[in-house]
Structures are given as structure tokens and as C-alpha cells.
């Protein structure tokens, strides 16, 4: 169902930008977002968009990452800037359908060195 994409290995200071495509139709979804993990510690939000373009984000990425979507390509985007080596993590996209169905995709790495 999504397949997200555009991880890597980046220094402090760095951008990256992540890609969650969707086989569905992107407007079959409610919401959609950006999940972390990193090593031992817990699956942590990100930021999320709706289907009516509202964004949220964690305060962890505020002002640094911004999230968007392109609805002809059925994908949504996580600009990451500013990277940190506390963002390092396997990154993981979401979505959630108006009846509550919700997705989950494999994860992709960010490593972000000092």
C-alpha cells in the first residue's frame, strides 16, 4: 500500500527529503503521515497532513521539516532540513482512510552523523 523511499546517510546540518507513495488513490486517504524509530525508544509522530492540506507537526521538527503532498503522483513528501543526530532513526509513512482503516509502510533509514 505505501512505499516509502529517500533515506540515507547525511551529516549533521544536511537535508533529506522522504517519499511515501501510495498505490491507492492519495485522496482515499483522511490522513496521512511520518512516523520514527529510533533504537530502543518507541514509534514517535512526526508530522501528518490531512486530505484538506492541513499539516501538524512534533515540536521535534518544527521550523526544520515540512511535510506535502502531490496528488497526481499519489505521494507525500517529509522535507527534512537542519538534520540532527538525534533525528536518526527508520522513518516510516502512514495512512488513514475516513473509516479508521490505517496503513503502515516499511520504514526507511536516516542516519545523520556529528
Known amino acids: 500500500q505505501l512505499q516509502a523511499s529517500g533515506g540515507g546517510l547525511v551529516q549533521a546540518g544536511e537535508s533529506l527529503r522522504l517519499s511515501c507513495v501510495t498505490t491507492?488513490?492519495?485522496?482515499?486517504?483522511?490522513?496521512m503521515g511520518w512516523h520514527r524509530q529510533a533504537p530502543g525508544k518507541q514509534r514517535e509522530y512526526v508530522a501528518g497532513?490531512?486530505?484538506?492540506?492541513?499539516?501538524g507537526y512534533a515540536d521535534s521538527g518544527k521550523g526544520r521539516f515540512t511535510i506535502s503532498r502531490d496528488n497526481s503522483k499519489n505521494t507525500v513528501y517529509l522535507q527534512m532540513n537542519s538534520l540532527e543526530p538525534e533525528d536518526t532513526a527508520v522513518y516510516y509513512c502512514?495512512?488513514?482512510?475516513?473509516?479508521?482503516?490505517?496503513?503502515w509502510g516499511e520504514g526507511t533509514q536516516v542516519t545523520v552523523s556529528s
Open positions: 502512514n495512512a488513514r482512510t475516513v473509516v479508521g482503516l490505517e496503513f
Open positions: 491507492r488513490a492519495i485522496g482515499s486517504y483522511d490522513f
Open positions: 497532513i490531512t486530505s484538506g492540506g492541513r499539516t
